[in-house]
């Protein structure tokens, strides 16, 4: 089965500054897709930015990206010039090839000073 | 375009009794996905439904048992509830086949709070 772990249960930034957050997994297959979730008080999970694991280029969303290394079996978010409105629950989760379910690691509270 | 959407928001129960989530896709979906998020913890499979069949199953117990209608929308069920069935839980939508079907993660609604006391 495969598992995610987020090892940074709190991360905290400075208002305009970079923040990573740290992933990993481990699987045996070969053809599969990396989230990145935000959680904000409000509940609602919202998705961040995918990955595909065929695909070597690093994904981008505006100010969040990825650094995949999928040797390592590692998925790192970064949030560049952070604002207040990041403050939130951060949950990476990972699809399999086949079926639809997400397998999400425990999630890690990102908190922005100002 | 309304995305998905949960009732109740919120919900309290006592132990032993039975509980009815419910939820309603994203316009344009055809599978329901179901998580219990404990407090403090990420989201944990529970089922999938998709054609009104149960498609895959997390470790859950036959306790929780779900339906899907031709609508897509969906029920999570609970039996017997216990106290350590208290929880967020989610229900998520998406496509189940197309080109974005697979790279597409899944759409979340706001979720339902259940108590058990």
């Known amino acids: 089965a495969q598992t995610v772990t987020q090892s940074q249960p709190e991360m905290s930034v400075q208002e305009a500054e970079t923040v990573t957050l740290s992933c990993t997994y481990d699987t045996s297959e070969s053809d599969y897709y990396l989230f990145w979730y935000k959680q904000p008080p409000s509940r609602q999970m919202i998705l961040v930015i995918r990955q595909e694991a065929y695909k070597q280029q690093n994904a981008t969303e505006n100010r969040f990206s990825v650094n995949f290394q999928k040797a390592a079996k590692s998925f790192s978010l970064k949030i560049s010039d952070s604002q207040l409105g990041d403050a939130a629950m951060y949950f990476c989760?990972?699809?399999?090839?086949?079926?639809?379910?997400?397998?999400f690691g425990g999630g890690t509270r990102l908190m922005v000073k100002p | 375009d309304a995305g998905v959407t949960q009732s109740p928001t919120h919900l309290i129960k006592t132990r032993g009794q039975q509980v009815t989530l419910r939820c309603s896709p994203k316009?344009?979906?055809?599978?329901v996905s179901w998580y219990q998020q404990a407090l403090g913890q990420g989201p944990q499979f529970i089922f999938q439904y998709y054609e009104e069949e149960e498609r895959q199953r997390g470790n859950f117990p036959d306790r929780f048992s779900g339906h899907q209608f031709p609508n897509y929308s969906s029920e999570l069920n609970v039996n017997a509830l216990l106290l350590g069935d208290s929880a967020l839980y989610l229900c998520?939508?998406?496509?189940?086949?197309?080109?974005?079907?697979?790279?597409?993660?899944?759409?979340f609604g706001p979720g339902t709070r259940l108590t058990v006391l």
């Open positions: 989760a990972y699809r399999g090839n086949a079926g639809n379910m997400l397998t």
């Open positions: 998520a939508s998406s496509l189940s086949s197309g080109v974005f079907s697979r790279k597409d993660g899944q759409f």
């Open positions: 316009s344009g979906h055809d599978t």
